[in-house]
């Protein structure tokens, strides 16, 4: 019995955009948000832990066993931008593995005996938030004095850059594990993924200017293949992976002191500033100073309105998605319409955008494969080459027996240019006016010349001096 698994799509769904932007709104309002400065805003700081991937083989779940735990390690630098929040840029590294033979139940998952193992890097924006203050602050003053403990949560975007080495355990077949759907996994080539980090933690003072944090959380990814396994395994879940450890952080500058009602020095002649396109955006800042465009698309235009300006916009008259450059994707597949041989039906990418269905097994899908039924090659679209020439059965005027390109594939005996299935003498050179005869030699009758296969002809070679009696016997 092989696991239950549905055939989903690999593209980023409508939520994955709505996530996004949540967290784009969630960096802009408390950047806005913060207002109090701190004494020294900038920080650098190393971390230690533990993290684990949950995908198809391991199952992180709360009052069970976890397998897979491994060190990771990490370096970044804080910003913080005020009492109550601060940002942080983190590189986190970790290595993965998993096992079916960790879990008994269900009954088969011992049976499938499926593993992984590879490295994990992960590099993340992360924003923090402080609801209780990270410094103590006095009244009409700036913060002073940082706090002895400092809860905080977390929300960040990031990407990771897995390397997952999977032991299929198939080497002669396996009852639980799809031999095709196991194909599109070896195939499939992602590395990078995007990462949505949600923390929760606690920062502990060790100095004015060191700290030392505990934190831990879960990382969320738009994807399904952390542990290189998805449409072979549960492809209606995406990945994700924890980590928690100490974060040791040091911290050093000084907040620039604020100017309150005071003028930078006087006030100067305002210059013009030229705007070739006359579309509010100086010359000097517009990407496309001659073409009217927009603002928030740096003076370019974008005429179908999907967020993308239009040089750099795939598909720049119809309206698209960003992780397809600009391009459709009707059936949301994640295969642009343009390169999708099956635009309105969903499909993999491995097979171009069709659904994996392959009669011959010869991994061209059906909707593309000129032979459908025969076995081929992809260089052929499907076709076979019966005779090794080089050119494909479905063109090959000969596609049993070997010949050049120039003859559409059919042999010629005697090298004269003339293919044999035209040749009125296939061992003897001779001209294409004569349909492959010598000048002063006629036709003969086939029905007389001896089956191929025995003789000097047999070998593509007329008998030697059998032209030169040809070419002499009138004067005799």
Request: proline share 8%; with cysteine; aromatic share 8%.
């Amino acid at each position: 019995m092989r696991e239950n698994t549905r055939k989903g799509s690999l593209a980023p769904s409508k939520n994955d955009y709505t996530m996004r932007k949540t967290i784009l709104y969630f960096f802009i309002a408390t950047s806005l948000s913060a207002k109090a400065q701190t004494p020294h805003p900038w920080e650098l700081g190393a971390g230690i832990g533990m993290a684990a991937v949950n995908g198809e083989i391991n199952q992180l779940a709360a009052g069970e066993k976890w397998f897979g735990l491994h060190p990771a390690f990490s370096l970044h630098g804080r910003y913080n931008a005020g009492n109550y929040f601060a940002a942080r840029l983190q590189l986190l590294y970790a290595q993965t593995s998993g096992k079916d033979q960790h879990y008994n139940s269900p009954p088969w998952r011992p049976l499938r005996g499926m593993a992984f193992d590879g490295p994990l890097f992960e590099l993340a924006a992360i924003g923090e938030i402080y609801p209780f203050g990270l410094y103590q602050q006095r009244k009409g003053r700036n913060a002073e004095s940082r706090k002895t403990l400092a809860p905080f949560f977390a929300l960040g975007i990031g990407g990771t850059y897995s390397r997952p080495e999977v032991s299929w355990n198939d080497e002669n077949g396996n009852d639980y594990i799809d031999p095709d759907l196991a194909a599109i996994d070896k195939a499939h080539a992602q590395r990078v993924d995007v990462a949505i980090p949600l923390l929760a933690g606690l920062r502990l003072r060790a100095g004015e200017r060191m700290t030392l944090g505990l934190e831990g959380g879960i990382r969320v990814t738009l994807n399904d293949y952390l542990d290189g396994i998805s449409v072979a395994g549960n492809p209606g879940k995406n990945d994700w992976f924890f980590a928690a450890g100490a974060l040791l952080t040091y911290s050093f500058g000084k907040a620039k002191k604020q100017t309150r009602g005071r003028r930078a020095g006087p006030i100067e002649d305002k210059i013009p500033v030229a705007d070739t396109d006359a579309d509010g955006v100086p010359d000097d800042r517009d990407d496309c100073p001659d073409l009217p465009g927009l603002r928030s698309m740096k003076g370019c235009p974008d005429a179908d309105r999907d967020g993308i300006a239009d040089m750099h916009d795939l598909c720049p008259a119809d309206y698209g998605l960003p992780a397809l450059q600009g391009c459709p994707d009707r059936d949301e597949d994640g295969v642009a319409d343009k390169d999708d041989n099956c635009p309105d039906i969903k499909g993999v990418a491995a097979y171009r955008g069709c659904p994996p269905v392959d009669r011959d097994k010869d991994g061209v899908a059906d909707a593309e494969d000129l032979c459908p039924d025969m076995t081929g090659e992809l260089r052929w679209k499907g076709c076979p080459d019966s005779d090794s020439d080089g050119i494909p059965d479905n063109k090959d005027a000969c596609p049993g027996i070997g010949g050049p390109v120039h003859l559409k594939g059919c042999p010629d005996t005697d090298d004269d240019g003339i293919a044999d299935k035209d040749d009125e003498c296939p061992t003897i050179p001779g001209l294409a006016e004569k349909n492959g005869c010598p000048p002063a030699a006629a036709a003969p009758d086939r029905r007389n010349q001896p089956l191929r296969g025995g003789g000097a002809a047999a070998h593509g070679r007329a008998a030697p001096g059998s032209a030169v009696y040809l070419l002499l016997r009138p004067a005799l």
